[in-house]
């Protein structure tokens, strides 16, 4: 059970964090071999591809979190049930979209293994780098209806934030983050003197 | 067709549909009414091509370099520095607060965390020296947006990603404004600072304890962050690196510093470090992925040449073109991030304004001037309530202190607007 559950709040994450490390390390492999040896064909082709899936991947793990970037101002001018209301009505209709490019993208690989296509550097089957788009917008659409679920599951609480007080929320967290590292830093200096 | 598409984007904006998915609506527009535009097929390949570029990982990486070298009181070690040499002129330690932002902002290239990161340290430290809390809260809330107009800046590498712009000539067009701007504000800390008086005797104590350290050892400290830009820059003008390598180097030298100079990371903290940057780019990659495919079905409708063929009719004069655009980003800079902003507009106003002789760099840096304003600006400016929350003010009273420095910096804005040489200068 506790397996799931971590699956349900880190699944988009951790795969997130996996790919800036590789991003990172192998473009860092490519200055070096550039510098001191000669450079390799694939490094920046394979960091392209890692970035893809981030690309793609993210939309599960914004929906999840639920900070995909939005202009917020007018609903926050609105009654608590027409905002509510409205909100699922934009998620449904995102949801709708969510499986359309789902099955659009299904259909695409299909085309492309056919045409047999290959990545230049590393010969990579193309439909294998599209598969991040199946995969991308399936799971937003998972994560859409899991939305929408809570959306009618809390439609009586008064709990929506309004952009003031999510941006007052944002803002907390940037103070408790830097008050943390200045406490660290502040161990440190302390055991030089 | 294109008036069909901007409607149902607009419309979805306002109704706080996610940007990207106002986006995806309004390319999906032509389709539904049958007009001419990017069938499914297309809108998905435009996005995957979109993404599959060498400069975008600029992006993720510049972003984790911010996170990384931000952490560790170096914004206590820059302060200090700063402090060592104006603390003791009238004014002078305000200035040094607004000089640890401008380069707190370039190291971090994130706004709040400049405002949250400075003021935790500046701002209890300041009221200590006799300066109003509300006052300096203010002065920071203003100060720590205007970091991403110093390279090395995100929105810099977006709108190159946007319009096809060399990042490097943009980050070289930031430096003069971004010192300008920097220089106004701290022309009116001064004059504040001189009306209201300042408590000198505590000061100068203050100072002889900073000073004590001695400036070879404030100077070792605050080496190592400051050498940072320097290295970004410096191997992107030499030629050494492309911005995406700079970027990979920034993170490795952030690393570097931070773990075995500085101490201020354990080998056990670098996931989570990752897991913050993800958060901070992931909600921006797929609006630059859907972007492209939202911009060539607008392209495909005409809106770029229709939108010039609107401005270029009804307006006569380079200058009240931009004091227009000016108008729009501030405004937009209150509701709107200024990624997706600069993602969006960039490629449709380019045009307009270069066949009315704007150069495409100059452009960029007023459009990223006017929208990290937008960090500083009730009523929803994130910088202000940053501070807020630090000093423990009310977010509203840190805006109407914070005004006179928006107007400084719209004094700035006006001189970096109207006279191109300010960003052109170096290039």
């Known amino acids: ?193 | 067709m294109a008036l069909w598409i901007f409607v149902v984007f607009l419309v979805s904006l306002v109704f706080a549909v996610p940007i990207a998915m106002s986006m995806v609506f309004g390319a999906l527009t032509p389709l539904v009414l049958g007009g001419t535009g990017s069938s499914i097929q297309q809108l998905i390949a435009n996005s995957f091509s979109g993404s599959d570029t060498t400069p975008i990982l600029a992006v993720p990486l510049f972003i984790l370099g911010g996170v990384l070298m931000a952490e560790g009181g170096i914004s206590k070690r820059l302060f200090n520095f700063f402090a060592y040499f104006i603390g003791n002129l009238p004014g002078g330690l305000p200035c040094a607060v607004i000089l640890t932002c401008l380069f707190y902002g370039a190291i971090s290239g994130s706004g709040p965390a400049t405002t949250a990161a400075v003021g935790a340290m500046t701002i209890p430290f300041l009221v200590e020296m006799g300066y109003d809390k509300t006052w300096s809260s203010g002065m920071i809330a203003t100060a720590g947006g205007l970091g991403v107009i110093i390279p090395p800046s995100i929105p810099f590498v977006l709108y190159s990603l946007a319009t096809g712009v060399s990042t490097g000539a943009l980050f070289l067009a930031g430096i003069l404004p971004g010192i300008l701007i920097g220089g106004f504000m701290m022309i009116y800390a001064v004059y504040y600072s001189v009306k209201k008086g300042e408590d000198k005797e505590k000061i100068s104590k203050k100072m002889k304890e900073i000073r004590g350290e001695g400036l070879f050892r404030l100077f070792k400290e605050s080496f190592w962050a400051l050498l940072s830009p320097v290295i970004v820059l410096g191997g992107i003008y030499s030629g050494i690196v492309t911005p995406t390598e700079a970027a990979v180097i920034s993170v490795f030298y952030s690393l570097v510093v931070s773990i075995f100079i500085y101490k201020s990371i354990a080998y056990s903290e670098i996931i989570p470090f990752l897991g913050k940057a993800v958060k901070t780019y992931a909600p921006l990659t797929f609006v630059l992925a859907f972007a492209t495919a939202f911009g060539r079905v607008l392209a495909l409708a005409k809106a770029p040449a229709l939108i010039e063929g609107f401005i270029l009719s009804n307006f006569t004069s380079t200058l009240s073109v931009l004091t227009g655009i000016v108008v729009i980003f501030l405004i937009l800079g209150m509701v709107m991030d200024t990624g997706p902003a600069i993602v969006i507009l960039a490629p449709i106003l380019l045009p307009a304004v270069q066949s009315l002789g704007v150069d495409p760099v100059h452009f960029g840096v007023i459009m990223v001037c006017c929208l990290s304003i937008g960090l500083a600006t009730p009523p929803f400016g994130l910088d202000l309530f940053v501070a807020g929350t630090i000093a423990d003010v009310a977010p509203m009273s840190v805006a109407r202190k914070a005004v006179p420095f928006i107007l400084a910096f719209a004094v700035a804005l006006f001189l970096i607007t109207y006279i191109p040489g300010i960003s052109l200068a170096f290039l």
């Not at chain 1, 699922?88 to 209709?93: K, S």
């Not at chain 1, 490019?101 to 085309?111: A, L, Q």
């Not at chain 1, 007052?168 to 830093?185: G, P, R």
């Open chain 1, 1 to 193: 059970m506790s397996v799931i559950k971590w699956i349900d709040e880190h699944f988009e994450e951790s795969i997130l964090i996996v790919l800036l490390a590789f991003i990172s390390s192998v473009m860092m492999l490519q200055i070096f071999a550039r510098t001191f040896f000669s450079a390799f064909n694939w490094p920046e082709e394979f960091a392209r591809y890692c970035y893809i899936w981030t690309v793609f991947l993210s939309l599960g793990y914004t929906i999840k979190k639920g900070n995909m970037l939005r202009v917020g101002v007018v609903m926050d001018l609105l009654p608590m049930r027409i905002r509510k209301s409205l909100e699922i009505v934009g998620n449904i209709l995102m949801l709708v979209v969510f499986i359309i490019f789902f099955r659009y993208s299904i259909e695409y690989v299909g085309k492309l293994r056919v045409t047999g296509q290959s990545s230049p550097a590393m010969q990579i089957p193309m439909w294998m780098m599209y598969w991040s788009t199946i995969v991308g917008f399936g799971l937003a659409t998972i994560r859409m209806a899991q939305e929408i679920i809570s959306n009618f599951g809390n439609f009586n609480k008064m709990d929506v934030e309004t952009t003031l007080e999510a941006t007052l929320k944002e803002a907390k967290e940037e103070v408790e983050l830097s008050t943390h590292s200045k406490e660290n830093s502040m161990e440190t200096s302390g055991g030089e003197s």
